[in-house]
């Protein structure tokens, strides 16, 4: 292996292993470290080559959002209607897979300025975005709460929530 050396004056030195077993005994006999370091630091600076890997490629990893109410909303789905989108209870009027009500439904729609209908609850995108709606504005992170103003009020919101606490993960 050879190494060629451009000098300041635009000359080129040929640099072989032998001239730099010279360079370093004779380095030796002056004992001027300073000079034998910055010989060999330039020496190694014109050997190796230095770049970047040649990639034509752009990853881009997309992460899901957060939904804190998630394991709420599937032990939710269980309780009501063992996860059937499609579920009516026609003596409460209640559909979807959180079992909407059409006073909830009538509730958000003037809250939000919506117009949605018993219908639509059969959409679980339309009855998850209610749900949500409402449980925001307790708080993520009180399940108990959210669960039991969810299914109404009275001393049956306990058993509910205690159905619910069961499915919920610890």
Not at 2 to 24: A, H, K, Q, R
Not at 103 to 124: A, C, E, H, P, Q
Not at 141 to 149: S, V
Request: contains cysteine; glycine residues 4%; proline residues 5%.
């Amino acid at each position: 292996m050879c190494y060629v050396i451009n000098s300041s004056g635009g000359s080129e030195t040929l640099v072989t292993p032998d001239f730099i077993l010279i360079l370093i005994k004779a380095s030796m006999e002056r004992v001027n470290y300073k000079k034998v370091t910055t010989v060999l630091i330039l020496l190694l600076m014109f050997s190796l080559r230095a770049s970047a890997p040649f990639c034509e490629s752009l990853f881009i990893t997309v992460t899901p959002p957060l939904n804190p109410y998630l394991p709420l909303m599937q032990a939710i789905g269980m309780v009501e209607t063992m996860y059937d989108t499609l579920a009516y209870n026609a003596e409460e009027e209640a559909a979807g897979y959180f079992q909407i009500r059409p006073v909830r439904i009538k509730d958000y729609n003037r809250l939000t300025g919506s117009s949605y209908t018993t219908r639509d609850m059969f959409d679980y995108k339309v009855s998850e975005k209610i749900f949500l709606y409402f449980a925001d504005r307790i708080g993520p992170y009180d399940f108990e709460k959210i669960a039991r103003k969810w299914n109404g009020s009275g001393s049956m919101t306990t058993y509910y929530w205690n159905r619910i606490r069961e499915l919920l993960p610890e």
